[in-house]
């Protein structure tokens, strides 16, 4: 991923010239299976309200907090229960997903949703989620967004207004049907230069209008209660071929709920969950489900080691800067990789 980097005072005084002509986002630009994204949270006050053509957003003083990473996994690598609505073109053109991402569990009362992956479809057309896989209550279960969610459509240039409904309802097991209703109403309200901590990125500035009413049936009562939530208004600078936007800010009843960006690769470990190093190398993400990227272990074989320290795989020797090692297949638990060419180790959590 090309990143463009300048001294910050240079890119102040470039700007009012408008140095830099704004950027085209495409489907190229969205990620793909194999791709892992890495990020720093934050609880760094930031104001998005500022925004127009030819703009600089200064955001060098955000203090870098957690680092965490987006990995997206090849659609067939997820649980085949999730995969019903999701892996059939023939059947399901409109939902025949490009790659998958593990979300975040939900639940609410009467209704939990743990091992969850949400499917992502990109082409020339746009990137849209179209539906997720996950352990409802305890049982495996796959819903379409029925119409989907246009997150993007292409191409993304400065001025584009667009909207898109969506909807998924789920049966629960013994309480009734769990739904929810979305609008989305994008609008690209910006372009210019964006000035992070260690990064300067040419971006677009997208602004996502979020209204969302949660429902709920309760066979048992013979009713529905439809849950209006509060408008979440996402904001969203996006880059060239840098996959997820590098920086978002996302925000409900004028607070901020999420700020995240990128921040350069060599300066941050990343990974879902941290898990310290024993020595030398590191993963992500930690725990892993699917691949498990590993940096800083030499081009010898890697010996991945069970608690009780039996080998259960070795990865040949490969002389590259990282690595993926599968652990699609492995039982969860926690496991040692070390490198047989420099001693390095570090231990892993597999999480299925």
């Not at 409109?94 to 939900?106: E, L, Q, T, V, Y």
């Not at 352990?135 to 969610?149: A, E, F, H």
């Not at 350069?264 to 930690?286: K, Y």
Request: net charge neutral; hydrophobic share 40%.
């Amino acid at each position: 991923m090309k990143t463009l980097r300048y001294p910050a005072f240079m890119v102040l005084a470039l700007s009012g010239l408008a140095a830099f002509p704004q950027i085209t986002i495409t489907q190229a630009d969205m990620p793909s299976a194999g791709d892992t994204v890495r990020y720093r949270t934050t609880t760094t006050t930031a104001n998005a309200a500022t925004t127009g053509a030819g703009h600089t957003w200064d955001f060098s003083s955000l203090v870098a907090g957690a680092a965490g990473a987006d990995t997206m996994v090849a659609v067939g690598s997820t649980p085949l229960a999730y995969q019903l609505f999701f892996n059939n073109a023939l059947l399901y053109p409109d939902h025949k997903a490009n790659f998958a991402m593990r979300g975040p569990s939900i639940g609410m009362q009467g209704v939990s949703l743990t091992n969850l992956f949400d499917y992502y479809k990109n082409n020339s057309a746009g990137y849209r989620n179209v539906g997720f896989g996950a352990n409802l209550n305890g049982l495996p279960t796959s819903t379409q967004r029925n119409p989907v969610d246009w997150v993007y459509r292409f191409p993304v240039n400065y001025g584009n207004v667009d909207s898109s409904f969506s909807h998924f309802q789920v049966s629960v097991p013994t309480l009734g049907f769990y739904g929810q209703d979305q609008m989305r109403r994008n609008e690209v309200d910006g372009w210019g230069t964006l000035i992070l901590p260690a990064d300067t990125f040419e971006v677009l500035r997208v602004k996502s209008r979020l209204a969302r009413t949660d429902t709920i049936y309760i066979n048992q009562l013979n009713m529905g209660f439809a849950v209006p939530e509060p408008e979440t208004i996402e904001y969203k600078w996006i880059a060239m071929g840098m996959k997820e936007p590098v920086l978002q800010i996302n925000t409900s009843g004028g607070v901020n709920t999420l700020v995240r960006f990128y921040h350069h690769p060599g300066d941050i470990t990343t990974g879902v969950a941290q898990v310290a190093p024993v020595a030398g190398m590191h993963a992500w993400p930690n725990p892993a489900s699917a691949l498990l990227h590993v940096e800083g272990s030499g081009d010898g074989p890697l010996l991945l080691l069970a608690p009780d320290g039996r080998v259960v795989r070795t990865v040949p020797s490969k002389a590259e800067a990282a690595r993926g090692v599968d652990v699609s297949g492995m039982a969860p638990g926690t496991y040692v990789l070390r490198s047989a060419g420099n001693g390095g180790a570090c231990r892993v959590v597999v999480a299925h």
